[in-house]
């Protein structure tokens, strides 16, 4: 048996996951340790602390020293995160928008956006690619990858009447937001789709949206370095951005 399995540490994460969602563990109620679940999984306990941990990172559980790990307070309604729709930051500046779906699939997951999304490497996931424009000049390239559990109709959906956020944001209720903004060098068909100027760099926003202790979709955002920014706001000690 591989202990260190994802397969194996994520059956001991939906247990707990499945205890805390019917509530049979409440808020503030201790689990059971990292011995106790190894011996009832059949694993060694680094696999089981590895589930812990990755519990503690969702802020699902937290940690107390030298006593155990209780179910965390529920903090969802506080998210700092306001998600945007590309479509409604287009419309609210007085332009018009408008999108082309270039790719919209089923297809395993490589091994880094498996680990990313807490997937095993080569199940299947739904991935869509579409170039949003504003006043017919393109604004983002959106790359994504859904998890079809959460979201079994997305193939099915016309995202050119309505934007892959607008529609998991209305299917699904997101708990959770991590995301990362970088600067990137744009490749050769990143200067063509996104008609960059020579030497224009690529605004790179990653986000990963939860529902729960499941991964809805991980995106890539990738904007023209001179044609898009990121806003932020800071209202009664609630700092949050305003992201596409």
């Given at each position: ?21 019917t509530g049979e563990l409440g808020v503030g109620a ?215």
């Open positions: 048996m591989a202990d260190g399995s994802t397969h194996e540490y994520q059956k001991i994460i939906d247990y707990l996951g499945g205890k805390i969602a201790k689990v059971p340790s990292e011995n106790e679940l190894a011996e009832q999984f059949g694993v060694a306990r680094m696999t089981a602390n590895r589930a812990v941990r990755e519990l503690v990172h969702r802020k699902v559980l937290v940690r107390v020293k030298g006593a155990g790990s209780y179910v965390a307070p529920r903090r969802y309604d506080q998210t700092p995160v306001e998600i945007l729709p590309i479509s409604e930051q287009v419309r609210n500046g007085g332009a018009v928008y408008s999108a082309s779906v270039r790719i919209l699939e089923e297809r395993p997951l490589i091994s880094e956006v498996a680990e990313s999304m807490h997937a095993t490497s080569g199940s299947r996931t739904f991935y869509s690619e579409i170039l949003h424009r504003e006043d017919s000049i393109p604004i983002q390239l959106e790359r994504r990858w859904v998890n079809p559990k959460v979201a079994p109709a997305y193939l099915e959906q016309d995202f050119l009447v309505e934007t892959p956020t607008e529609y998991l944001i209305r299917m699904v209720p997101l708990t959770r937001v991590e995301y990362c903004i970088s600067a990137e060098r744009a490749s050769a068909d990143l200067i063509e789709i996104l008609q960059l100027r020579a030497g224009e760099p690529v605004l790179l926003l990653r986000r990963k949206t939860w529902s729960g202790l499941d991964v809805v979709t991980m995106v890539d955002l990738l904007h023209p370095g001179s044609r898009f920014s990121f806003s932020g706001f800071f209202e009664s000690g609630l700092a949050g951005e305003r992201v596409g």
